[in-house]
């Protein structure tokens, strides 16, 4: 069992920037590969990023790239997504989840553990 909280959500204009963290208490976080997903209202979850265990691989969605940055300490067991360059579609309940093994970055079906959740909103 792996419990996670995510944070650091909240309200942003157009452009602004914030990072949400996703810890767990867990030790066995840090062998695990970490993912953020979102679901904005009406729409299908989405596949934002993801990061191996040791940081050493991550992916992102297109239409982050270049604005969203993924990131794990450890030794904190946290992992980071810095969103910067916000756009109103970024808009979205985030969560992070994980996956012990298998092909990287699998599919959402693949990812055992979430989150509650944090709301991102971006306003113009």
């Known amino acids: 069992q792996v419990h996670l909280v995510e944070s650091g959500g909240g309200s942003v204009q157009t452009g602004g920037s914030l990072r949400l963290s996703c810890a767990a208490s867990?030790?066995?976080?840090?062998?695990?590969?970490v993912g953020w997903f979102r679901q904005a209202p009406g729409k299908e979850r989405e596949f934002v990023s993801a990061?191996?265990?040791?940081?050493?691989?991550?992916y992102y969605t297109d239409s982050v790239k270049g604005r969203f940055t993924i990131s794990r300490d450890n030794a904190k067991n946290t992992v980071y997504l810095q969103m910067n360059s916000l756009k109103f579609e970024d808009t979205a309940v985030y969560y992070c989840?994980?996956?012990?093994?298998?092909?990287?970055?699998?599919?959402?079906?693949?990812?055992?553990?979430w989150g509650q959740g944090t709301q991102v909103t971006v306003s113009s």
């Open positions: 990061i191996t265990w040791n940081g050493a691989v991550t």
């Open positions: 867990e030790r066995t976080f840090s062998l695990y590969i």
């Open positions: 989840a994980t996956k012990s093994s298998g092909p990287f970055p699998g599919t959402a079906t693949q990812y055992g553990y």
